[in-house]
């Protein structure tokens, strides 16, 4: 703050240095030659004569008269010349305005377009790793935007000189909403499944889009269009996801776990949704006190194999925290495939979070927490939901760990790059 206002006197007291001494010094103003009026005349008259001369009107007898008569008429009245000379005295009022007004005048430009606040404030150092993925993320976003954005105008301009195409609109809705400008797919949509009305997934799709435009709130059209995309295809897998959805916002566990289950059945083993539907049955199992253990001794297995403790942001990170973001909480083990043995699911609005993970968590019969050696424990913040990391996704891990019963906390306290 010191320098700050060492350089901004310095250099006011420049500007000062220089104006002033303009308006200090004396100026002397010479006027000199007061005849020139009258020399003029007499130049005047002197070209007319020659004129006359030249014109006949004067002989050369009569011109050398009239010339020395005028000669002498000049000597006479123009010869002598006066000088006069006046000082002017130095403006000290101006001098003495210009050293108060002008520094009260740039304090006062400062304090109304500056930022005196800054002054006081330490420069803080960027995080330039995480600034240069951050821009380097939002170069890649804005680059395929801006390759996309053509195309996507070309083919609207097609469509509407063709409204009839429903393949069409609906690749467009699919298209603006892989540039994540859902309000943009909507109109597409609902002008795609007018056309095409027996397409579960394109109901699917526009009932998503529908839903991310609303608060990610399917309550109305959205959960309607569900229905319908159910009514055409019962397994339709994301038409269970979102009825399943619906369901367990309404507080309605036992419709949305078989939903859940029917997708479950349905999907792939190696399927990246896989995860996150045995996440959701797990929460929604535990909200009403099911039990999914089969055989009489699971429960002393699953209190051996299991692993419980306190999931918990880090202070540094609780400023990125989106209450409504899903959490991850699940044991990958150290070898083998890397798909979770166990997984639970919750809200960040709820961490610190309390968590236990055990063979009632698995996510296949045959892949369970008691059967590995050593694990390590992930908690995981998604913004998207999806149990697929993705970059900016908050997440903590811990160290190798047997599933033994025993009790680790796990803090949250990276940034997925």
């Known amino acids: 703050m010191l320098v700050f206002w060492i350089i901004a006197i310095v250099l006011l007291l420049v500007i000062l240095a ?11 103003a010479a006027s000199t030659d007061a005849n020139a009026e009258k020399r003029a005349i007499f130049r005047q008259q002197f070209t007319e004569l020659e004129q006359d001369k030249a014109e006949g009107v ?15 008429r000049f000597l006479e009245e123009a010869g002598d010349t006066e000088s006069a000379v006046t000082m002017s005295s130095p403006d000290w009022r101006l001098a003495i305005v210009l050293l108060v007004v002008l520094p009260l005048a740039a304090a006062l430009l400062y304090y109304k377009l500056g930022s005196p606040v800054s002054i006081s404030i330490p420069a803080a150092s960027p995080d330039v790793t995480s600034q240069a993925k ?33 393949a069409g609109w609906a690749l467009l809705g699919r298209s603006y909403v892989e540039l994540r400008q859902h309000a943009n797919a909507i109109p597409a949509y609902e002008k795609a499944v007018n056309i095409i009305k027996d397409d579960p997934q394109l ?44 369901a367990f916002d309404r507080k309605d566990y036992k419709q949305a776990i078989d939903y859940w289950q029917r997708l479950q059945q349905n999907l792939p083993a190696d399927s990246e949704l896989l995860p996150e539907v045995k996440a959701s049955l797990s929460e929604a199992r535990t909200l009403i006190g099911e039990k999914e253990l089969s055989q009489p001794f699971a429960a002393a297995v699953s209190e051996r194999s299991s692993v419980t403790g306190t999931v918990s942001i880090s202070p540094k990170l609780i400023s990125k925290l989106d209450p409504a973001a899903t959490v991850f909480i699940f044991a990958r083990a ?3 495939p890397p798909m979770p043995l166990a997984i639970v699911r919750t809200t960040a609005g709820n961490l610190p979070y309390s968590y236990h993970l055990d063979d009632a968590n698995s996510i296949m019969p045959a892949h369970k ?10 908690a995981r913040v998604s913004k998207t939901g999806d149990a697929k990391q993705q970059a900016g996704d908050l997440q903590g891990i811990t160290a190798a760990i047997k599933p033994d019963g025993r009790s680790v906390d796990i803090e949250i306290d990276q940034v997925l790059p």
């Open 58 to 72: 004067l002989d050369a007898a009569q011109y050398d008269m009239a010339r020395n008569e005028l000669e002498r």
């Open 369 to 378: 927490l008691s059967q590995a050696n050593e694990v390590v424990l992930v």
């Open 334 to 336: 150290t070898q083998g």
């Open 134 to 166: 951050l821009e380097h993320s939002t170069l890649n976003n804005s680059t395929m935007m801006t390759d996309l954005e053509p195309l996507l105008a070309s083919l609207k301009q097609k469509l509407e000189k063709n409204p009839g195409d429903g």
């Open 18 to 28: 220089l104006m002033l001494p303009v308006l200090l010094r004396p100026n002397a």
């Open 203 to 246: 109901l699917a799709d526009y009932a998503d889009a529908l839903a991310v435009t609303n608060g990610h709130k399917l309550a109305g059209k959205p959960e309607a269009l569900v229905k319908q995309a159910l009514e055409l295809d019962v397994n339709h897998p994301k038409a269970l996801m979102l009825a399943a959805t619906i």
